[in-house]
């Protein structure tokens, strides 16, 4: 059974430019969820995907955005990026209670 | 609000034992999970628990006390690719909380 894959692997920015992530679940998962990981910080939720539909949002600003497809992929956005965006954006997708994490895009601001 | 606290930092030698304990308070709670995450890696499931008690799987043990929002990760007869971010992980309506982790390193 294939993982959590996601895309790209590496990203780099410019300060107010947009990135776009992207997230393929383990095949008849249907949640997905994204987590911010800065450098030294714990996983910080961000956006949780369920049936297309967005099931809950951490406390990150309106510019942290995203959509799940109808194959259950999901897309995160990021607008008008900023230093601190500078993190590891790790995707999930869930069997049950359990997540399963794909190996994360590195998003460097500069 | 959620809290959880872990210890940030820890060192033991091969074929030790070492306990990472994860104290919590949340708002609503379904479960625990441990993760493991190797440095530059993604974080992969090591347990669940959601009774208290202690959950063996392994060289990994996992207890919990749902009264005292306190558990545990007792890793034995150490090895060097155990050297890991250990990461506590309270559930609550498909949603996890994590604590920032404990890095374990394991010295020969």
């Known amino acids: 059974e294939a993982g959590v894959t996601q895309s790209p692997t590496h990203l780099i920015k410019t300060r107010g430019q947009q990135a776009t992530l992207r997230c393929s679940p383990i095949?008849?998962?249907?949640?997905v969820y994204w987590y911010q990981q800065a450098l030294g910080l714990g996983l910080q939720f961000l956006l949780w995907y369920d049936e297309g539909e967005e099931r809950n949002r951490g406390n990150f600003p309106p510019r942290f955005s995203g959509r799940q497809f109808p194959n259950y992929s999901s897309e995160l956005n990021v607008n008008a990026l900023e230093l601190e965006d500078s993190a590891l954006y790790l995707c999930?997708?869930?069997?049950?209670?359990?997540?399963?994490f794909g190996p994360g895009t590195r998003l460097l601001v500069l | 609000g959620q809290n959880i606290d872990q210890p940030t930092e820890m060192t033991a030698t091969e074929g030790a034992i070492v306990q990472i304990n994860c104290t919590y308070q949340t708002s609503g709670f379904n479960g625990l999970f441990w993760y493991q995450q190797h440095a530059g890696e993604a974080p992969t499931f090591l347990s669940y628990n959601v009774l208290d008690g202690l959950e063996e799987k392994g060289r990994f043990s996992s207890f919990l006390s749902r009264s005292k929002g306190y558990s545990y990760l007792l890793l034995k007869e150490l090895q060097m690719k155990d050297s890991a971010s250990y990461l506590c992980?309270?559930?609550?309506?498909?949603?996890?909380?994590f604590g920032a982790g404990t890095t374990v390193t394991v010295r020969a």
């Open positions: 095949s008849g998962h249907t949640s």
């Open positions: 992980a309270p559930h609550n309506d498909y949603k996890l909380s």
């Open positions: 999930a997708s869930r069997r049950q209670e359990t997540q399963y």
